[in-house]
Nanobody, 119 residues
């Protein structure tokens, strides 16, 4: 069974920074894609950033230049460095990975970590 566990959320003032981490555990042959998503109250879950196995990254326009996604393949971890945070960044942040096992490939999600940015 594969499990993703996020950490690093919290309360920060506008203009501040936070770093989210997500670790995968279980029977994992390889990780194809890693990403961060977020869901604010009353809104749909949206893409924040993704990073492919080769290292290519993609960001939502709203976070470009402020957030940086990175990964550690050996540790099966993905990170999200969030700088110049704004109140509109307040949301539950979820990590996601497309993971390949012995005979399967599937998408997995973490439980979410709350990020609150005060004005």
């Amino acid at each position: 069974q594969v499990q993703l566990v996020e950490s690093g959320g919290g309360l920060v003032q506008a203009g501040g920074s936070l770093r989210l981490s997500c670790a995968a555990s279980g029977i994992i042959f390889s990780v194809k894609t890693m990403g961060w998503y977020r869901q604010a109250p009353g809104k749909q879950r949206e893409l924040v950033a993704t990073i492919l196995s080769g290292g290519s990254t993609n960001y939502a326009d709203s976070v470009k230049g402020r957030f940086t996604i990175s990964k550690d393949n050996a540790k099966k971890m993905v990170y999200l460095q969030m700088d110049s945070l704004k109140p509109e960044d307040t949301a539950v942040y979820y990590c996601s990975m497309r993971i390949r096992g012995p005979v399967w490939e599937d998408d997995y999600w973490g439980q979410g970590t709350q990020v609150t940015v005060s004005s």
